[in-house]
């Protein structure tokens, strides 16, 4: 494989939906609108995550997707009551202040976080945001210590330096996992 080719078409496909049933066994309790969107997120997203990992680049139609699928399942249970439409609106509200953060961010500092960033987080802050603000807030935080940390030990065993661009994509989503984990598992609000 050429270098920084995306990985092969069966092994994205094997993964995203590893990380749509685990999605859809972690979420089994909440509304099928949710259990449905969170599946289907995960699966885009881990795609997502691995091809701006071996590309730094985060493909517009994977992202579009990963609104579509997390948007319209949320949007139907809003219109039957499952979950409610102030919550769907609360975690859209959550996906736009996400998005303006991550933007501010990346007009702080030209280079820095990328438009594919951006566009990801927006959705991502969606999905955190069904569960409240505290998680909302969770998951970039955690996105930003996790990143962090492995751009770390990338410079102290000398496989970067300073200057070096670490792809945040891959960090976004864990960040998004954990906080959604913690919150199921009742560590946060």
């Given at each position: 494989?050429?270098?920084?080719?995306?990985?092969?078409?069966?092994?994205?496909?094997?993964?995203?939906?590893?990380?749509?049933?685990?999605?859809?066994?972690?979420?089994?309790?909440?509304?099928?609108?949710?259990?449905?969107?969170?599946?289907?997120?995960?699966?885009?997203?881990?795609?997502?995550?691995?091809?701006?990992?071996?590309?730094?680049?985060?493909?517009?139609?994977?992202?579009?997707?990963?609104?579509?699928?997390?948007?319209?399942?949320?949007?139907?249970?809003?219109?039957?009551?499952?979950?409610?439409?102030?919550?769907?609106?609360?975690?859209?509200?959550?996906?736009?202040?996400?998005?303006?953060?991550?933007l501010g961010?990346?007009?702080?500092?030209?280079?820095?976080?990328?438009?594919?960033?951006?566009?990801?987080?927006?959705?991502?802050?969606?999905?955190?945001?069904?569960?409240?603000?505290?998680?909302?807030?969770?998951?970039?935080?955690?996105?930003?210590?996790?990143?962090?940390?492995?751009a770390l030990?990338?410079?102290?065993?000398?496989?970067?330096?300073?200057?070096?661009?670490?792809?945040?994509?891959?960090?976004?989503?864990?960040?998004?996992?954990?906080?959604?984990?913690?919150?199921?598992?009742?560590?946060?609000?």
């Amino acid at each position: 494989m050429r270098d920084g080719a995306a990985p092969p078409r069966p092994v994205l496909g094997v993964v995203a939906v590893a990380a749509a049933g685990a999605a859809a066994l972690g979420l089994r309790s909440e509304p099928v609108a949710v259990l449905v969107a969170g599946a289907l997120l995960a699966g885009v997203a881990v795609v997502l995550a691995l091809v701006d990992a071996r590309t730094h680049r985060l493909p517009d139609r994977l992202v579009i997707t990963a609104y579509v699928v997390t948007a319209v399942p949320l949007l139907v249970g809003a219109a039957v009551g499952s979950p409610g439409l102030p919550v769907v609106g609360g975690a859209a509200l959550a996906g736009v202040v996400t998005a303006a953060c991550f933007l501010g961010l990346g007009l702080a500092r030209v280079g820095g976080l990328g438009l594919g960033d951006v566009k990801l987080s927006g959705v991502l802050g969606l999905w955190l945001g069904l569960f409240g603000w505290e998680v909302a807030v969770a998951g970039p935080l955690t996105t930003f210590v996790l990143a962090g940390l492995w751009a770390l030990v990338l410079v102290a065993t000398r496989r970067a330096d300073l200057r070096s661009h670490v792809a945040l994509g891959p960090w976004m989503v864990l960040g998004t996992a954990l906080a959604t984990s913690g919150h199921l598992a009742g560590w946060t609000g």
